[in-house]
């Protein structure tokens, strides 16, 4: 009686509670995307060029030295060549100031030291300035600005 009892009772918390396993199902494993068989390709497919060569790399070398010294500066920018007296050569504040020789003063900041250690105030250079005022190249031996002509009356 008391099996039957106990028989009984699993079994109805069997039918109440749910049957669940000791072990958990493991799902078929469904199909794998692959590449599966080959077809060509139709007429109307574009076909595929392959990308273009890079050209070989060659360094033309010269026997005579540039008189510019130029800093690394993107080539898009605009660019401004001014003439002038050195002012002020300030290289440990990175600034400098230049006179034209139309008396304009001109101010302009040094992003690279070491294109004016050679330079000295009171000396003819000619500058290029990007859009921000830095100061991109020098060149030592300058042409004076000329006073643009006076309209024909």
């Given at each position: 009686m008391l099996t039957t009892l106990l028989g009984a009772?699993?079994?109805?918390?069997?039918?109440?509670?749910?049957?669940t396993p000791f072990h958990e199902e493991v799902p078929a494993p469904g199909p794998q995307p692959?590449?599966?068989?080959?077809?060509?390709?139709?007429?109307?497919?574009?076909?595929?060029?392959p990308p273009p060569k890079p050209l070989p790399f060659t360094t033309a070398l010269?026997?005579?030295a540039s008189p510019y010294l130029m800093a690394d500066a993107p080539q898009q920018q605009q660019q401004e060549a001014?003439?002038?007296t050195l002012l002020k050569l300030d290289l440990a504040?990175?600034?400098?100031?230049?006179?034209t020789?139309?008396?304009?003063?001109?101010?302009?900041?040094?992003?690279?030291?070491?294109?004016f250690v050679h330079l000295s105030v009171g000396q003819r250079v000619t500058v290029k300035l990007d859009r921000s005022q830095q100061a991109i190249g020098?060149?030592?031996?300058?042409?004076?600005?000329?006073?643009?002509?006076?309209?024909?009356?």
């Open positions: 009772s699993v079994l109805s918390i069997a039918f109440l509670a749910g049957w692959g590449p599966g068989p080959t077809v060509p390709p139709k007429p109307s497919d574009p076909i595929p060029t010269s026997t005579s001014v003439s002038g504040e990175r600034e400098g100031r230049l006179t020789d139309l008396g304009r003063e001109v101010a302009f900041h040094i992003p690279k030291p070491e294109l020098v060149m030592e031996t300058t042409t004076p600005e000329l006073r643009a002509p006076q309209p024909a009356k």
